[in-house]
């Protein structure tokens, strides 16, 4: 990685230090590499923002509403992935899933549950739920859910 940055950094000082010795060419690849560089560098920011927001908070009871539910047919994708010399289909199954949409505090998260529990909650719903609120970005994290005196943590 370190060489990556090097190598990245080598080039954006050899262009703008002589710009008219590069074709369109270096230039794409020029581009092409701090691009590749900031999205590294944006998925590892946020990354870690998601970490620090929402692990090790203390979890609180409260009240939330049904405002949405979800659901999500099993599929099938097919990815083609490099062995050495060949390439080779990977198939990767999803199972099907279902969510519901809770709403407290004017946050929302998505929960995921079983079929069975999807099918008795109704949309405008009140439940009980376990959550934490995010430390940088105040986002609501529901952790589990309570239905009728019974105690579900499924995420």
């Known amino acids: 990685m370190k060489e990556f940055i090097n190598s990245v950094f080598n080039a954006l000082v050899s262009i703008l230090s002589h ?19 900031l999205t590294f ?6 990354l870690i923002c998601y970490i620090i927001d929402s692990f090790f908070r203390p979890n609180a009871l409260g009240e ?3 405002v949405d539910k979800n659901y999500l047919p099993s ?20 199972p099907e899933r279902w969510s519901i949409l809770i709403s407290s505090q004017g946050k929302t998260d998505w929960f995921y549950l079983t079929q069975s529990l999807h099918d008795k909650i109704k ?9 934490s609120i995010g430390r940088l970005f105040k986002g609501l994290y529901v952790r ?4 009728q005196n019974t105690n579900h943590n499924e995420s």
Do not use: C, D
């Open 64 to 66: 939330g509403t049904v």
């Open 123 to 131: 949309i405008g719903q009140k439940i009980s739920i376990s959550y």
């Open 19 to 37: 710009p008219s010795e590069y074709t369109w060419l270096g230039w794409f690849v020029f581009i092409t590499e701090w691009i590749i560089a």
């Open 144 to 147: 589990s859910v309570i239905i």
């Open 75 to 94: 599929h099938t994708r097919i990815t083609m992935m490099n062995t050495g010399r060949s390439t080779v289909p990977m198939v990767i199954r999803h």
């Open 41 to 46: 560098i944006w998925i590892f920011v946020s």
